[in-house]
């Protein structure tokens, strides 16, 4: 099964830009939708962006709309979610996963990374 790990959170100051990867352990990774979630403190985890596996179709939360960017380089094995103009209220546990379903239905499997911490200060 394929392993995901996140990296390149940090602390940094509103209006700043941060990018995440996220890195799969192997070949099987340009079979799945991809999908970075986040979740802050006292709240429900939510779907940030996804990105479908060759790449082409993207969809994002109405929160980070031209804000946000997500891509992939599949032969890297690799996703990242580009963050720009970043809030407070973006701060939260940026977490990446993987889903053969592009809807990321409860009914497929998706596979997790640990996360990485993202806090935005004002």
């Known amino acids: 099964q394929v392993q995901l790990a996140e990296s390149g959170g940090g602390l940094v100051q509103a209006g700043d830009s941060l990018t995440l990867s996220c890195a799969a352990s192997d070949h099987t990774f340009s079979t799945y939708a991809m999908g970075w979630f986040r979740q802050a403190p006292g709240k429900e985890r939510e779907l940030v962006a996804r990105i479908n596996r060759g790449g082409g179709g993207t969809d994002y939360a109405d929160s980070v709309k031209g804000r946000f960017i997500i891509a992939r380089d599949n032969p890297k094995y690799t996703v990242y979610l580009h963050m720009n103009s970043l809030k407070p209220e973006d701060t939260a546990v940026y977490y990446c996963?993987?889903?053969?379903?592009?809807?990321?239905?409860?009914?497929?499997?998706?596979?997790w990374g640990k996360g990485t911490q993202v806090t935005v200060s004002s």
């Open positions: 996963a993987a889903c053969f379903d592009y809807g990321f239905s409860t009914s497929y499997k998706r596979i």
